[in-house]
């Protein structure tokens, strides 16, 4: 009996020895930035500042936005990914350090972490690290130059044409609603389908085809998705944990499709000078494994159709709501239609205000609303007395930048001519970068860029875009997103130019 109660008591003592071990660690980690005299956010004890992220669900740019606005007097504060002390980047300067002119001590993501686990996911060009980034980049760089942008403007020209016709047929006389997000969704994988890997997805007219399943299947927002990819992002730590996939349930089709593709390649012996000739000449010529072949036909898919789809369904929502501006572009795109009696390539160009509608569409819904590094190797910050230690995660806010009143007085009001030649040299650099920063900025930003302008410019001399009782303004985000993920859709009415008074 005494035996008995001895052994209880001995293992009650130990349990509280172990739970007051733990409270006391937990404390003594979330000091971290107080001991080195760093201005930090008040963290949860067990999930750190990420407790919004994995339990309230906030949208990932709303996250950053008020993480940022917490920080607000100060160029960095302190936060915690779960337990790993990190830091939430705030003064221009401070960033173009780290993403530019410091970029050897920053030249990795924290996204996606490290370990084997899933090389689709972590072995892309987006997500891999030195030295593999580098060589993946030099290989890729040469897709996007002017002269293979204007060799594929062909290809997008003629899906533009196919999705007015599109347009068209279910216009009639009097105009219909349409949901933007998935419409430009699936017209994007077209663009990218065909202008990347020589695939005509026929995704427009038949939304159950499969390559649209499967893109829908990356962006849905069921909450197990939505929780995959914001821990792949943000808390890569709990990759291997839960055994996550960034690619999903569609890491076998993207297997397909790269093998595909490669082997039509090689048997019609046609070089297009786009990603599968590019990946030809990876797996030829450096000691790559196949799945990170796979990877790079994975992101380039996946960032592609997301990026411009997302933005032009966005550009095209905001005309609606603001009829002024929209007759102001189009007043542009008809002089430049007329001029040159088609968008060419280099008439694209003359679009000036057009790019501002898009540029101020991007300021208010950046595609990747934050950034994030690793520090490599111990890092003295210029004018101050501290170093950021090696292995430490850093955060930048891009939509905290872009709606600070600072930076961009009235942030959020729809306002173009924010970007015009008269007014953007007042856009203090570093604070608006919605395709990022630096060596890693986005390579595929002049593709999107080119794909939206001619997306816009054919719609606006086709058809006006207008409010309709299911348009909801101004936007409510799906919680649990990292991108900008609409709740109810994007829905206008659009109505054939030849109907409209």
């Given amino acids: 009996m005494l035996f008995g109660l001895s052994l209880y008591f001995d293992l009650l003592l130990g349990l509280v020895t172990l739970i007051i071990s733990v409270v006391l660690y937990l404390r003594y980690n979330m000091s971290y930035w107080e001991r080195h005299g760093i201005p930090y956010i008040k963290p949860n004890l067990l999930l750190g500042n990420f407790d919004e992220l994995l339990i309230k669900r906030v949208p990932t740019g709303l996250f950053g936005q008020n993480m940022y606005e917490r920080g607000a007097g100060h160029p960095m504060v302190g936060i915690w990914a779960l337990q790993t002390p990190s830091l939430l980047i705030r003064d221009p300067d401070l960033i173009k350090n780290i993403l530019v002119k410091d970029f050897n001590y920053f030249c990795d993501r924290y996204s996606g972490g490290d370990g084997d686990f899933d090389p689709v996911g972590r072995k892309n060009l987006f997500m891999t690290n030195n030295p593999h980034w580098k060589t993946l980049r030099t290989h890729f760089s040469p897709i996007f130059?002017?002269?293979?942008?204007?060799?594929?403007?062909?290809?997008?020209?003629?899906?533009?044409?196919?999705?007015?016709?599109?347009?068209?047929?279910?216009?009639?006389?009097?105009?219909?609603?349409?949901?933007?997000?998935?419409?430009?969704?699936?017209?994007?994988?077209?663009?990218?389908?065909?202008?990347?890997?020589?695939?005509?997805?026929?995704?427009?007219?038949?939304?159950?085809?499969?390559?649209?399943?499967?893109?829908?299947?990356?962006?849905?927002?069921?909450?197990?998705?939505?929780?995959?990819?914001?821990?792949?992002?943000?808390?890569?730590?709990?990759?291997?944990?839960?055994?996550?996939?960034?690619?999903?349930?569609?890491?076998?089709?993207?297997?397909?499709?790269?093998?595909?593709?490669?082997?039509?390649?090689?048997?019609?012996?046609?070089?297009?000078?786009?990603?599968?000739?590019?990946?030809?000449?990876?797996?030829?010529e450096s000691k790559f494994e196949d799945d990170m072949i796979v990877a790079q036909t994975f992101i380039f898919f996946a960032a592609g159709f997301e990026t411009s789809g997302t933005t032009t369904s966005f550009c095209i929502h905001y005309l609606a709501a603001y009829p002024e501006i929209q007759e102001r572009a189009r007043e542009e795109a008809m002089a430049i239609k007329e001029k040159y009696g088609s968008f060419t390539y280099e008439s694209l160009s003359e679009a000036k205000y057009i790019e501002s509608i898009i540029q101020e569409t991007l300021r208010l819904y950046p595609p990747m609303p934050i950034l994030n590094r690793i520090c490599v190797k111990d890092y003295k910050v210029p004018d101050m007395d501290f170093v950021i230690k090696k292995g430490t995660p850093i955060f930048v806010g891009i939509m905290g930048m872009h709606k600070d009143p600072e930076y961009f007085p009235e942030p959020e009001k729809f306002d173009p001519d924010r970007f015009s030649d008269e007014r953007k040299a007042d856009i203090k650099p570093q604070t608006y970068m919605p395709f990022g920063e630096g060596p890693r900025i986005c390579i595929g930003m002049r593709f999107a860029m080119l794909s939206i302008k001619l997306s816009l410019c054919s719609f606006l001399t086709n058809f006006r875009a207008e409010r309709c009782a299911e348009t909801q303004f101004p936007v409510k985000l799906v919680l649990g997103t990292l991108t900008m993920m609409p709740e109810n859709g994007l829905n206008v009415k659009v109505v054939p130019l030849t109907s409209c008074k």
């Fill in 145 to 284: 130059t002017g002269n293979k942008l204007r060799n594929v403007y062909q290809i997008m020209m003629e899906i533009s044409d196919g999705l007015t016709d599109y347009y068209k047929e279910k216009c009639g006389q009097d105009g219909a609603t349409f949901e933007l997000k998935d419409l430009y969704t699936r017209s994007s994988i077209e663009v990218i389908s065909s202008c990347m890997f020589g695939i005509k997805a026929n995704s427009i007219r038949d939304p159950d085809c499969t390559i649209v399943e499967n893109a829908n299947k990356l962006i849905n927002n069921q909450i197990k998705r939505l929780l995959e990819i914001t821990i792949y992002f943000m808390v890569p730590q709990l990759i291997d944990i839960f055994r996550v996939q960034l690619a999903g349930s569609t890491t076998n089709f993207f297997r397909n499709l790269c093998w595909d593709s490669i082997k039509q390649r090689e048997k019609n012996g046609i070089k297009r000078g786009d990603v599968v000739d590019c990946l030809l000449k990876i797996r030829n």
